[in-house]
């Protein structure tokens, strides 16, 4: 059965206003009380630390705020001092920037002494600037050399292609320090670039910016296979499915390739044979639209190691049970007076995130929810246009919600996820 949960608003609205009275968060996090040590310890998302001078003021709230608050700093880290925190917490993150607009953040039930934030983000960081070496070849086997492209994949390098008309290229490699990077080459065809044939050398040493010549890669693995995709019992949002295989070697990208239709759907792919018989594809398959009701878009992520073929199991779609939510052409009317926001997602998954915002904006206060798949919130929010974003995941290294918020969990490319999304659009009076 769905629980439901208090918040109140007002404690959110009062620490977002620049003129709100700060609570420094050592010694004693707000609390009044002064402990030899913290018991409840919070660590903000990457992305804010990162980008601190963009906000005005960042807050960090337990339950609704009105007792325990505090005022982030650079560090990124709050403790809170007090013996009477037991048990899961409510923490949201409030986010003043510069403009004045605000963000609010809560995250549901979590079970301290410390817990990590995740980022919602993925920050790429700089290209390395130190020169390790150039490789030098030639592409052979190709159809029509003027639709080549030719990549390097390496821990750590990264390569900045020259490429002739003939398929004879020139790739500067820079990185921090020596290694080894693999050499890709792909042949397109059509004005969507569709992969026709692929070649992988392996292995190549570059330091002390020597030149390697010579490494010549073949186009020897024609993309002439099928992978079969089926789905398992159970419903959902649309009879037609995108499947799509995605290569990836050292966790970068080589190349993909994808299908749309029916099931039983057959994805294009390569022989598993070498030097690709070591590279696992990702099978991504889809179904429905995140705006499109009722159940929105499921998606599901895997590895396919063997085999010809794969059943893909989704989350059952999530729903907003409350307010009465529609689409961006046709948005029903809810009053804000006593205004539920419920939702219903599959049991199984392991969150959930809610977003209520406004429509066009950023609105005066953009409020999303992250909580375990049996909560859900109440409020209430200005009148106005709104959207109402919801989604479920999965995640096959996860054990349950808890695992998000330990600062460990690995993202390794290859895991298997399921995940939901639901877009609707509601009109408060």
């Known amino acids: 059965m769905t629980q439901t949960r208090l918040i109140p608003l007002l404690a959110l609205l009062l620490v977002g206003c620049p003129s709100s009275p ?22 903000a998302p990457s992305e804010v630390t990162s980008t601190f001078q963009l906000y005005r003021n960042v807050d960090v709230l337990l339950g609704d705020g009105s007792k325990y608050r ?96 003939d398929g004879s290229f020139s790739i500067d490699i820079r990185g921090d320090a020596p290694g080894k990077v693999d050499l890709f080459a792909q042949e397109t065809t059509g004005t969507e670039g569709t992969v026709v044939r692929v070649g ?23 993309v002439d296979q099928s992978f079969g995709v089926t789905v398992a019992s159970g419903e959902i949002p649309d009879t037609t499915l995108n499947a799509s295989l995605r290569y990836i070697l050292g966790g970068r990208l080589l190349f993909g390739t994808s299908a749309s239709g029916t099931q039983p759907l057959s994805v294009p792919m390569i022989a598993r044979t070498a030097p690709f018989d070591t590279v696992t594809p990702m099978l991504r398959v889809s179904s429905g639209e995140a705006a499109k009701l009722p159940g ?35 948005p029903p009317s809810a009053s804000r007076a006593g205004l539920v926001l419920r939702w219903s997602p599959d049991a199984s998954a392991h969150l959930t995130e809610v977003e209520l915002a406004a429509t066009i904006g950023p609105g005066p206060l953009d409020w ?3 909580a375990p798949a049996d909560s859900a919130p109440v409020t209430t929010f200005p009148a106005g246009s709104y959207r109402v974003w919801a989604a479920t995941s999965w995640q096959a290294n996860a054990s349950g919600y808890a695992s998000f918020f330990t600062g460990s969990l690995s993202s390794d490319p290859y895991v298997e996820t399921r995940t939901t999304r639901l877009l609707t659009y509601v009109e408060l009076q």
Do not use: C
């Open 22 to 43: 700060t609570v420094d968060p050592d010694p004693d996090g707000g609390s009044g009380q002064n402990p030899t040590g913290p018991t409840f310890t919070v660590h």
């Open 70 to 165: 505090a005022r982030l700093d650079s560090s990124g880290v709050v403790h809170f001092r007090d013996p009477a925190i037991t048990g899961p917490q409510d923490v949201t993150l409030v986010m003043v920037r510069s403009t004045g607009t605000v963000e609010a953040k809560t995250y549901l039930a979590l079970n301290g002494p410390e817990v990590w934030l995740p980022s919602s983000l993925y920050l790429l960081g700089a290209i390395p600037f130190t020169k390790q070496g150039t490789i030098t070849g030639k592409v052979t086997g190709a159809s029509n050399p003027s639709n080549l492209s030719v990549t390097v994949a390496g821990n750590g390098l990264y390569g900045t292609t020259t490429l002739s008309e």
């Open 200 to 222: 992988l050398a392996r292995d190549i040493a570059v330091s002390a910016g020597t030149t390697v010549s010579g490494r010549d890669v073949a186009l020897d693995h024609p």
């Open 368 to 370: 999303t929810v992250v």
């Open 296 to 330: 929105g878009q499921v998606e599901t992520n895997m590895p396919v190691s063997t085999g010809s073929s794969a059943q893909v199991t989704f989350l059952n779609p999530p729903s907003i049970t409350s307010p009465a939510v529609g689409t961006l052409e046709d």
